[in-house]
Nanobody, 128 residues
Framework: QVQLVESGGGLVQPGGSLTLSCAAS????????MGWFRQAPGKEREFVAS??????????AYYAESMKDRFTISRGNANTVYLKMNSLKPEDTAVYYC???????????????????WGQGTQVTVSS
């Protein structure tokens, strides 16, 4: 059974940092894209970042334009992905979801409906 489990969320002050982790199980995700979305109350699910297989054990990283200077996505191994978030702002408050799918490309990575596998989400709250 495929499962994605996020961890690392919590309460942080503005300007602080958090690192989210996502661990996938059930099969190898070496050829899958793995990435992060977020959803704030009353808003649609929003693309944050994704890693897409680029061959030879390498993954290309992609970011939402508004987050690329503060967030860093990385692949720990075939089945783990991390999101390092710096200089957090109150507007970063949301539930952050890990997502994975083997068919994702740079053209489809921002569309939640293109991902088959999702975690349960982890809450990030940025507040003083």
């Amino acid at each position: 059974q495929v499962q994605l489990v996020e961890s690392g969320g919590g309460l942080v002050q503005p300007g602080g940092s958090l690192t989210l982790s996502c661990a996938a199980s059930g099969r190898t995700f070496s050829g899958d894209a793995m990435g992060w979305f977020r959803q704030a109350p009353g808003k649609e699910r929003e693309f944050v970042a994704s890693t897409i297989w680029s061959g030879r054990n390498n993954y290309a990283a992609y970011y939402a334009e508004s987050m690329k200077d503060r967030f860093t996505i990385s692949r720990g191994n075939a089945n783990t992905v991390y999101l390092k978030m710096n200089s957090l702002k109150p507007e970063d408050t949301a539930v952050y979801y890990c997502a994975a799918d083997p068919r994702i490309t740079a053209a489809t990575m921002k569309q939640p409906d293109e991902y088959d596998y999702w975690g349960q989400g982890t809450q990030v709250t940025v507040s003083s």
